[in-house]
T-cell receptor, first 112, second 114 residues
């Protein structure tokens, strides 16, 4: 059974600083996903990482995947207040009909 | 951009009552899912649905839950006799292909059981 662990669960940052959110998963995952959720809102897809060594960047966010270490990272560069949200990673695995298994989420707060 | 539409956005119900949560997936998607999120917690898989039948369900999805695609456009989640612990945000999602990376989530229905 796939388990997904994120850390940290809470992250308070100052604007302009860099930080990394880590996502470890317990067994082979076909793909690794990152979602953003604003309070009371739905899940917004950020990245889908398909293979070992995959790196994707969008604005101040960059996600990477190391399948050998079973680790994905979401790196935040020069944080701004608008990035304040909860970030979830999720995996799925073969034979699961594509069901996503989510981590507990990282609540990011970016302060001026 | 195509959307997954969920109604209602908020439902309050008394314990023991039946509720039906509705979803309209993206029209060319074939795989449908329900997830739930208890306030402040992680998103949990409930059930997946393909070709008019359940593909997989989690331990949460017990006999009190059922899903249906009654008319080719709607996808519903029914909770027969709600409990306080069913209070959560329920998200519908759809995907064009099995395990395809094009998951689209709806905006959610906040269910409050009192």
């Amino acid at each position: 059974e796939l388990k997904v662990e994120q850390n940290p669960l809470f992250l308070s940052m100052q604007e302009g600083k860099n930080y990394t959110i880590y996502c470890n998963y317990s067994t082979t995952s076909d793909r690794l996903y990152w979602y953003r959720q604003d309070p009371g809102k739905s899940l917004e897809s950020l990245f889908v990482l398909l293979s070992n060594g995959a790196v994707k960047q969008e604005g101040r966010l960059m996600a990477s995947l190391d399948t050998k270490a079973r680790l994905s990272t979401l790196h935040i560069t020069a944080a701004v207040h608008d990035l304040s949200a909860t970030y979830f990673c999720a995996g799925n695995y073969g034979g699961s009909q594509g069901n996503l298994i989510f981590g507990k989420g990282t609540k990011l707060s970016v302060k001026p | 951009e195509p959307e997954v539409t969920q109604t209602p956005s908020h439902q309050v119900t008394q314990m023991g009552q039946e509720v039906i949560l509705r979803c309209v997936p993206i029209s060319n998607h074939l795989y449908f899912y329900w997830y739930r999120q208890i306030l402040g917690q992680k998103v949990e898989f409930l059930v997946s649905f393909y070709n008019n039948e359940i593909s997989e369900k989690s331990e949460i999805f017990d006999d009190q839950f059922s899903v249906e695609r009654p008319d080719g456009s709607n996808f519903t989640l029914k909770i027969r006799s709600t409990k306080l612990e069913d209070s959560a945000m329920y998200f519908c999602a759809s995907n064009r292909q099995e395990g395809g990376y094009g998951y689209t989530f709806g905006s959610g229905t906040r269910l409050t059981v009192v």
